[in-house]
């Protein structure tokens, strides 16, 4: 498989346009990747353009390629979404980095009152701009024509407004449906994940509340770093795109 990388200005090509890469990509591709005159290689924009071309330049800072196909991929209707609980750890980075592999559209961070770490000042947008490297990272790793949304940290009342105008799934241990009985509306599906410690019951209450469907992935306890991901692939298949 020809190695995939992101430049997120291109707008359109055409075969036998030139396109390149610069700054990091360019440096990655040709330091250690390895990508000589000659290889091919895949190019997207994270909006569903997908260049396939051929290397004509590879220097540390410019990597240029002649484009041999072009592809532009409508994103998914509708849209899965995870709504991400700050955990302790690397939990919440590591759910981060398989939802994006798996699929998803968009990831929300949360800031529920039982998350043990605290994005607070300089450290929200610091956060936030971690989640959306990694999830950069891993869009080029499974070679994904659209970069999902990394969106700004949200609070419970913030995420009861969201539960309005979406499908809102929440995911609880103790939920009286199941994830694979769900009826799946024709609208954005949003899947929540607690923290290490489950959702307050507070929590449950306003999110229900306001609409969201309370819902188990089975008999086990997953843990947050595992539990959205799962919720993840149970969706992606009940609405075809596995």
Do not use: C
Request: proline share 4%; glycine share 10%; hydrophobic share 45%.
């Amino acid at each position: 498989m020809a190695h995939f990388y992101l430049n997120e200005s291109l707008t359109s090509a055409e075969v036998s346009d030139v396109v390149e890469l610069t700054g990091p990509e360019a440096r990655h591709a040709v330091t250690v990747s390895r990508v000589h005159i000659g290889d091919d290689l895949v190019v997207g924009n994270g909006s569903g353009l997908v260049l396939t071309g051929t290397v004509t330049e590879a220097e540390p800072l410019r990597l240029t390629l002649s484009v041999t196909g072009a592809v532009q991929h409508e994103r998914d209707q509708p849209g899965i979404w995870l709504v991400q609980a700050l955990a302790k750890g690397d939990r919440d980075e590591m759910a981060v980095q398989a939802v994006t592999e798996l699929g998803i559209d968009g990831i929300i961070p949360w800031s529920a009152s039982r998350s043990i770490v605290r994005w607070e000042g300089a450290k929200v947008a610091k956060g936030r701009e971690r989640w959306a490297a990694i999830a950069r990272e891993a869009t080029k790793q499974s070679v994904r024509p659209w970069l999902p949304e990394v969106a700004d940290l949200v609070s419970t009342k913030q995420l009861a407004q969201l539960a309005k105008s979406t499908q809102m799934l929440v995911l609880d241990p103790e939920g009286s449906q199941t994830l694979t009985s769900v009826t799946v509306a024709d609208q954005d599906l949003v899947v929540v994940v607690g923290p290490e410690g489950g959702i307050a019951p507070g929590e449950l209450d306003a999110l229900t509340a306001a609409g969201a469907i309370r819902v188990r992935l089975g008999d086990n306890v997953l843990r947050t770093s595992t539990a959205g991901p799962a919720a993840v692939a149970v969706l992606s298949a009940k609405l075809g795109r596995w």
